[in-house]
Every structure is written in structure tokens, then in C-alpha cells.
């Protein structure tokens, strides 16, 4: 099975809709059922304009769209730029077959090696073990637990707040005085 990760385009708003309107995804995730194409699609369209860091992928098996991850910026205050929020989805039918893990590579590798990002954070659900495993898997650290987060299926759950740092974050070289 070969695993292909792209930018997403607007063309993917339907797929991103149909993969966020699964009751065996969206749980577990901060999306609301009955997915509209419409928001994907406006939503993909604004992350593209000129001066947004936004990256949204897209993971394909076979031409068809099994996960998705983005990477955003945590708010506009200037001190925080440094830092970026991400969120992944993968197909329940694709789910512990490495979708995550390719997505989450090309989500670091963008972060590190071309944004300059030091800390990307995120939230996942305490409950929610197989995102645990991949995260940490990645390097990112629980920093904290969010009680009564979110409502999920009628219920106040509680949330992880993780953290991954760069490895090896750049440093500007300055010259060394003459002397």
C-alpha cells in the first residue's frame, strides 16, 4: 500500500466532508457531525492566500482521500509565532495502517525545516490512545489536562494539552568580532 501526502486543494472539500462526517471519526476530533462541503471549501480556499503559513495535507491511497492534517497558527499575537497548532484526521478503515505516522512526518519536517516553528501544540482526548501513542511517537509531551474540555456525544470529556519542541532549533550564526 503506498501512501501518498499532498497539499490540499479545494477540489478535496467533499472528501474532507465525508471523512469529517463519520460517527467513527468525528468523535474523536473538535469537528461537529453533518460535515458541509462548503465550510471545507471555503475554509481550504482562505488557507492559501498569500502570507498565511496554513498547510493542509492530504493523505491518499489509490486516488482516494484517508486522512488529513493541518498545521495553523496558534492566534495573531505577534509574541506567539513561534508556535503552531496542528490537528489530524485518518479514515477509520485506514486507522494503524501508517497514514498517521506519513502525515504527521510531513507536518514536522514543514514545521522544522522550512517554518522555523519551535513548539507545535495541540489537544487530544485522554481517552483517545492510539492518537496518545502516535504523538508521542513524534516527540510531543503532555503539558497539561483540560477538565470537561469538550462536549462529545452528550458528555463533558477532558482533554490532553501536548507539546513538541524542535529537535534542533535554528540559531543564527552572528560573525565573531576580529581580534
Known amino acids: 500500500m503506498t501512501i501518498t501526502i499532498r497539499r490540499a486543494a479545494t477540489h478535496d472539500a467533499a472528501a474532507f466532508a465525508r471523512m469529517m462526517a463519520d460517527p467513527a471519526v468525528y468523535p474523536a476530533l473538535l469537528q461537529m457531525p453533518y460535515a458541509s462541503e462548503e465550510r ?17 495535507l492530504v493523505a491518499e491511497r489509490d486516488g482516494d482521500v484517508v486522512g488529513s492534517a493541518g498545521l495553523l497558527p496558534v492566534g495573531a499575537a505577534l509574541r506567539r509565532r513561534h508556535a503552531m497548532t496542528m490537528g489530524i484526521s485518518v479514515a477509520k478503515a485506514m486507522q494503524g495502517q501508517g497514514v498517521g505516522s506519513a502525515l504527521m512526518t510531513a507536518l514536522c519536517d514543514y514545521a522544522d525545516r522550512w517554518l522555523g516553528t519551535l513548539r507545535i501544540e495541540l489537544t487530544v482526548y485522554t481517552d483517545n490512545d492510539a492518537a496518545l501513542r502516535l504523538y508521542r511517537k513524534f516527540g510531543f509531551e ?10 462529545r456525544d452528550g458528555r463533558y470529556v477532558d482533554a490532553h494539552t501536548m507539546a513538541r519542541f524542535h529537535p534542533d532549533p535554528p540559531v543564527i550564526a552572528l560573525p565573531r568580532p576580529a581580534g
Not at 503532555?142 to 462536549?151: D, F, N, S, V
Open 142 to 151: 503532555i503539558e497539561g489536562t483540560l477538565r470537561g474540555y469538550a462536549m
Open 40 to 56: 471545507w471549501a471555503a475554509m481550504l480556499s482562505d488557507s492559501v492566500a498569500p502570507g498565511k503559513p496554513d498547510l493542509h
